[in-house]
């Protein structure tokens, strides 16, 4: 896996740019670089000057950040999943649950070579490495239990449960739906679902490819969308379309089936050096180091919407995710004076607001309607949306 790395000049001080610390959610052939954010004394990249005197925008903005409420105190948890009022993570080779109250904590599934989970209200995927000497991933998946409809019309249905529950066996032998596959297991991240399939990226055994891949919900049997020999990065799953990065600054779509229409052809939208991409209902997003630029979903209309010029930082922007209704972007290295955070920005960027900051590098993050939910070295915590 490889971290994109560029260099961005703000004035006479230069700030090396990088993307998130996470290798997840980028493949590419064999041969790239890995590194890693530091921990909080060593905070992984340049620090951001602050001023003296009266306190910075920054400070202010810091200061006004609701307390977060902390769930676990796991320090390497990951692919964050909120389901009902359950968040979901994986921590090393288990998956875990916990109730947004603090309370329900579980452990749903554990085994030595677990590398990858996605969970959600209908069902949960694991990706396990075969073992050792063998890098190829074994599909398991369990669909969330039901609750049963009494079949009589004139009784309303039952209500959908406030967090999914997988029948998960405890012992040798887990249950679920198993499956082999032809991809490497480490490579893998799975990045979206709808009501048929789960959607991911990895890196095909056969020929070092990266493919992204459908897999079905009941059976794990799975469908290649796209093989390429270049590098693949921030696989999204929006409108029925799966957009991606490839070679870091070639962003491209391809549109899913339906009942009523077939699989569209993979075509490029445009192209922006290093870009963090998030997709909205109508735009896509770069962040790209010193701005954040946009472009509606045909690749027209380029605009830069935020930069940090007008921030309450100049700290530069990393990793961005659309969630809902506003952009979430990672700082990409910390601010000298707030540490590591994480921007709210208006679609239009009219307006920039802090969700959490003084954090150490942040590992993963996600959002429902109601709360935003991030991981750092010192465990998971949730606000509530703004």
């Known amino acids: 896996m490889r971290i994109t790395l560029g260099v961005l000049v703000l004035g006479a001080m230069a700030l090396v740019v990088g993307c998130s610390g996470d290798d997840e959610g980028t493949t590419r052939r064999p ?11 060593d905070p ?13 925008a920054a400070v202010t903005a810091c200061e006004a950040v609701a307390a977060p409420k902390q769930l676990s105190d ?17 921590s090393g080779t288990n998956v875990e649950r916990i109730l947004k109250d603090g309370n329900g904590k579980k452990t749903v599934f554990t085994s030595p070579n677990l590398v990858r989970m996605f969970a959600d209200r209908k069902g949960l995927l694991l990706v396990e490495q075969t073992n050792e000497g063998n890098p190829n991933a074994i599909l398991r998946g369990y669909a969330a239990n ?3 409809d009494d079949g ?33 297991a480490i490579s893998a991240t799975v990045f979206g679902a709808d009501a048929k399939s789960y959607y991911a990226l990895a890196e095909d055994n ?22 390429t020999d270049k590098e693949i990065k921030n696989p999204i799953l929006a409108n029925n379309t799966i957009f991606w990065v490839e070679d870091t600054q070639r962003i491209k779509k391809i549109t899913l089936a339906t009942e009523e229409q077939p699989q569209g052809q993979a075509t490029e939208i445009f192209g922006l050096g290093d870009c963090n991409l998030a997709v909205s209902e109508s735009l896509a ?30 700290s530069p922007f990393g990793v961005a995710e659309f969630f809902g209704d506003k952009l979430y972007v990672r700082s990409a290295s910390p601010d000298a004076e707030v540490q590591h955070f994480i921007r709210s920005i208006a679609p239009d960027g009219s307006d920039e607001s802090f969700v959490a900051c003084k954090r150490t590098a ?20 949730m606000v509530a949306k703004k």
Do not use: H, M
């Open 44 to 56: 992984g990249g340049p620090q951001t000057p602050g001023p003296t005197g009266t306190a910075s």
């Open 362 to 381: 942040i590992r993963d993050l996600t959002s429902d309607g109601t709360d935003v939910v991030w991981a750092d070295d010192t465990g998971v915590f």
């Open 146 to 148: 039901q609750i049963e």
């Open 285 to 314: 997003y770069c962040s790209v180091g010193a701005t954040i630029e946009t472009r509606d979903l045909e690749g027209k209309n380029a605009k830069t919407v935020f930069g940090v010029d007008k921030s309450k930082s100049t």
């Open 31 to 41: 041969g790239g670089n890995t590194s890693s954010s530091g921990g909080p004394d």
């Open 74 to 90: 796991a320090k390497a948890a990951g692919e964050l999943r909120i389901a009902g009022t359950g968040v979901f993570f994986r």
């Open 206 to 227: 056969n020929g070092g490819n990266a493919i992204l891949i459908a897999i079905d919900r009941t059976a794990l049997t799975q469908t290649t969308i796209v093989s």
């Open 152 to 184: 009589d019309p004139e009784t309303p249905p039952p209500p959908e449960p406030a967090f999914p529950e997988f029948p998960v066996a405890e012992g040798e032998d887990p249950g679920g739906t198993t499956a082999a596959t032809n991809f490497n």
